[in-house]
């Protein structure tokens, strides 16, 4: 009967943390989740959590300590993911890729009016239950993310965008050498970004829970009024390095429709709307028209990848330089990545 009880409870643990997440190891250290849920449902989950683990010690007489112990080692191991909560987290619509492409590989199938596992899904998920009597799936996500690569695939293959982040010269050697590193965890950088459009950036991406300055901010449009303003303010000793698409397929990525320093620009992980992002626009090379400057196109020049965190060199495709002497300088700071005369990425 013991058993039975706890069975059920880690049952319930399991539930809570397939819809959201990480939850349960962010209610016992205290940390914030990798993402945005309604803060009364967080504040429900982790309520319920906080009952059932005093429930667990209870029942079985060890001390909450080592039950919390026992608990947090467990869900550190393993996370289990429901379909929706991982199409949130790779922005690969739950709707219109996921399921599909997991009818397709024979891992669920839909006889009635909910998806059940086949023998093979079984192999990668489990049923758990939802608080209210519900069945739905749980999912291993690094075993999920092997049988998802296809669409990961199939989706940058049929991208033409490209990715640029732009940067003082002075930057290269580190950046070569570490990566890229987000806002909040820049050290000893050269940074050329204007200060009061940056503050401005300091605000959460509602999607992931995350600041925006806890991602690498690229351009898909590197010849836009930033590039223009601090070319003038460096006296040119600007780069733009290529980073190669298949970043974007990284967890927790996010796309701003517009410069996201401004409160009005669409900011989404979903990989659906990216492929509508106005492309035309975003590409454009001038957004002054009869003498006025057209803010809507203006701001969607500035279009962006938001990548979480970091970006490794081995994403690296090429520097870019205006002109010989920037690529003398950066060609004595590095040996690694190819380097290019590029002078119409430059104004």
């Given at each position: 009967m013991l058993k039975l009880r706890v069975n059920k409870i880690l049952d319930n643990l399991d539930a809570i943390n397939a819809n959201y997440p990480g939850i349960i190891v962010s209610c016992i250290l205290g940390a914030k989740l990798d993402y945005s849920i309604l803060a009364i449902r967080e504040s429900q989950a982790k309520d319920k959590i906080n009952s059932l683990l005093g429930t667990l010690s209870s029942i079985t007489s060890i001390t909450p300590d080592k039950v919390t112990e026992k608990i947090l080692q467990r869900y550190k191991q393993r996370e289990l993911i429901s379909t929706s909560a991982y199409g949130r987290i790779t922005?690969?619509?739950?709707?219109?890729?996921?399921?599909?492409?997991?009818?397709?590989?024979g891992l669920i199938n839909k006889p009635y009016k909910h998806y059940q596992l086949t023998k093979e899904g079984l192999r990668i998920g489990v049923y758990l239950t939802s608080e209210d009597g519900?069945?739905?799936?749980?999912?291993?996500?690094?075993?999920?993310?092997?049988?998802?690569?296809?669409?990961?695939?199939?989706?940058?293959?049929?991208?033409k965008l490209k990715l640029f982040h732009i940067t003082h010269v002075s930057n290269i050697a580190s950046i070569v050498d570490k990566g890229l590193y987000c806002h909040n965890k820049m050290v000893k950088y050269n940074d050329i970004s204007n200060k009061s459009v940056n503050a401005r950036r300091n605000r959460e991406v509602t999607s992931h829970n995350h600041n925006i300055h806890d991602h690498v901010p690229l351009f898909f449009n590197p010849k836009n009024p930033m590039l223009y303003q601090v070319m003038k303010e460096s006296n040119e000793k600007v780069v733009i390095i290529e980073i190669s698409k298949n970043i974007i397929l990284k967890d927790y990525t996010v796309f701003s429709k517009g410069n996201a320093a401004r409160r009005d620009s669409e900011l989404t992980p979903s990989k659906l709307k990216l492929i509508n992002f106005p492309w035309d626009k975003i590409y454009s090379q001038n957004w002054i028209e009869d003498g006025i400057v057209n803010t809507s196109i203006k701001s969607l020049t500035m279009s962006e990848c938001l990548i979480f965190k970091h970006i490794d060199s081995e994403f690296f495709e090429a520097i870019h330089c205006k002109n010989q002497l920037m690529y003398e300088l950066v060609s004595n700071e590095q040996s690694n990545i190819p380097i290019k005369i590029t002078p119409e990425l430059f104004f």
């Amino acid at each position: 009967m013991l058993k039975l009880r706890v069975n059920k409870i880690l049952d319930n643990l399991d539930a809570i943390n397939a819809n959201y997440p990480g939850i349960i190891v962010s209610c016992i250290l205290g940390a914030k989740l990798d993402y945005s849920i309604l803060a009364i449902r967080e504040s429900q989950a982790k309520d319920k959590i906080n009952s059932l683990l005093g429930t667990l010690s209870s029942i079985t007489s060890i001390t909450p300590d080592k039950v919390t112990e026992k608990i947090l080692q467990r869900y550190k191991q393993r996370e289990l993911i429901s379909t929706s909560a991982y199409g949130r987290i790779t922005g690969l619509d739950a709707k219109h890729y996921l399921f599909p492409h997991l009818l397709n590989a024979g891992l669920i199938n839909k006889p009635y009016k909910h998806y059940q596992l086949t023998k093979e899904g079984l192999r990668i998920g489990v049923y758990l239950t939802s608080e209210d009597g519900g069945k739905f799936i749980g999912w291993q996500k690094d075993k999920l993310d092997a049988v998802v690569a296809p669409i990961k695939e199939h989706f940058i293959s049929n991208m033409k965008l490209k990715l640029f982040h732009i940067t003082h010269v002075s930057n290269i050697a580190s950046i070569v050498d570490k990566g890229l590193y987000c806002h909040n965890k820049m050290v000893k950088y050269n940074d050329i970004s204007n200060k009061s459009v940056n503050a401005r950036r300091n605000r959460e991406v509602t999607s992931h829970n995350h600041n925006i300055h806890d991602h690498v901010p690229l351009f898909f449009n590197p010849k836009n009024p930033m590039l223009y303003q601090v070319m003038k303010e460096s006296n040119e000793k600007v780069v733009i390095i290529e980073i190669s698409k298949n970043i974007i397929l990284k967890d927790y990525t996010v796309f701003s429709k517009g410069n996201a320093a401004r409160r009005d620009s669409e900011l989404t992980p979903s990989k659906l709307k990216l492929i509508n992002f106005p492309w035309d626009k975003i590409y454009s090379q001038n957004w002054i028209e009869d003498g006025i400057v057209n803010t809507s196109i203006k701001s969607l020049t500035m279009s962006e990848c938001l990548i979480f965190k970091h970006i490794d060199s081995e994403f690296f495709e090429a520097i870019h330089c205006k002109n010989q002497l920037m690529y003398e300088l950066v060609s004595n700071e590095q040996s690694n990545i190819p380097i290019k005369i590029t002078p119409e990425l430059f104004f």
